[in-house]
């Protein structure tokens, strides 16, 4: 559960593709350097008009928002436009139209992350829109490396297939660097990440949480 870098281990992402297809499951939204063989969620919209310029409704000017996790706390995090600008837009928009209210953080890994933001609740879900991946393998500069409190976009093996589910770092993961799209950190409630890391109840190495177990998102509020 603890192990943060696994490429190496074919044998288990071998078992685990042959899981998911026996299951027949979706594919779902993967954070490499850990155990999880999914890529994708199936979801084929876009932000982008057909002169591929991206657009989103949200025009709002605060760039912080509270994440309040139901019996666990808030947690603060500010969001940073000059990096990342179309997922923090994204991530603004959703936020705004109150998308998060009510889902959990389905994936929990002590010591690496917590991922929340599907609305299925076992990372096989988005929203109806996917975005650019804002990040150096994707030809896009972006230097906010993934050290401990860090907000970063999940995705599939599409560059391009971030949407709703994002992850927050528990302990630095340089690993992540120039593969995921880094767009905040967390200014206050470190603490609210650490209990949820350390204290809610995993299934497995991929950090799967039981539906009952799942920490709720009361809500996120744009500041």
Do not use: W
């Not at 299934?203 to 177990?213: F, H, M, R």
Request: glycine share 10%; charged share 20%; proline share 3%.
């Amino acid at each position: 559960m603890h192990t943060k870098k696994i490429f190496c281990i074919v044998l288990a992402v071998v078992l685990a593709i042959s899981c998911l297809a026996l299951a027949g499951c979706q594919t779902k939204s993967e954070i490499k350097g850990i155990n999880n063989t999914a890529s994708g969620d199936g979801t084929e919209s876009s932000a982008a008009d057909s002169s591929g310029s991206y657009k989103n409704p949200y025009t709002g000017d605060s760039d912080t928002v509270v994440i309040d996790v139901k019996d666990y706390g808030k947690i603060t995090v500010k969001l940073d436009k000059k990096v990342a600008p179309i997922s923090v837009e994204n991530f603004l928009n959703l936020v705004n139209e109150g998308f998060y209210d009510g889902l959990t953080f389905h994936r929990i890994i002590k010591g690496f992350m917590i991922q929340g933001g599907d609305p299925q609740g076992n990372g096989t879900g988005g929203s109806s829109t996917t975005i650019k991946g804002e990040f150096s393998a994707n030809g896009v500069e972006n230097n906010l490396a993934h050290k401990r409190g860090v907000i970063s976009m999940a995705r599939s093996s599409d560059y391009d297939s971030a949407s709703s589910q994002f992850f927050i770092v528990h302990e630095d993961s340089p690993h992540l660097n120039g593969q995921y799209a880094a767009f905040g950190e967390v200014t206050d409630g470190m603490d609210v990440v650490d209990k949820i890391a350390e204290t809610v109840q995993v299934e497995d190495s991929n950090g799967t949480v039981l539906p009952a177990n799942q920490p709720v998102i009361n809500s996120i509020k744009i500041v």
